[in-house]
């Protein structure tokens, strides 16, 4: 049974950092791209960041680009999200986000409909 557990979440003020994990199991880590969305309050999923099997390729929403980096740890089964620059409306519950079984080896995507695993998410709150 694949789980996806995030933390790193809280409260933090405009300008400032978090960083986000997220910790896999019951899949392969290391074969398989991993992706970031965020959700805010009436507003629709939003796709965030995405790295490819390797780590060797990365992928970012237009609004998080250049403050915003993925990265993972296969080692320790762990995909990360290190925000900067954070601002209020960055504010949103993140989501990690693993795709199909038979999607080994993938580049990433940017589409939340090819990922099938989601973790609970974890509240971040920017304020002004």
């Known amino acids: 049974q694949v789980q996806l557990v995030e933390s790193g979440g809280g409260l933090v003020q405009a300008g400032g950092s978090l960083r986000l994990s997220c910790a896999a199991s019951g899949l392969t880590f290391s074969s398989y791209a991993m992706g970031w969305f965020r959700q805010a309050p009436g507003k629709e999923r939003e796709f965030v960041a995405a790295?490819?099997?390797?780590?060797?390729?990365?992928y970012y929403g237009d609004s998080v680009k250049g403050r915003f980096t993925i990265s993972r740890a296969n080692a320790k089964n762990t995909v990360y999200l290190q925000m900067n620059s954070l601002k209020p409306e960055d504010t949103a519950v993140y989501y990690c986000?693993?795709?199909?079984?038979?999607?080994?080896?993938?580049?990433?995507?940017?589409?939340?409909?090819?990922?099938?695993?989601w973790g609970q998410g974890t509240q971040v709150t920017v304020s002004s």
């Open positions: 986000a693993a795709p199909p079984p038979l999607s080994k080896y993938g580049l990433g995507s940017r589409n939340q409909y090819e990922y099938e695993y």
């Open positions: 790295i490819s099997w390797s780590g060797g390729r990365t």
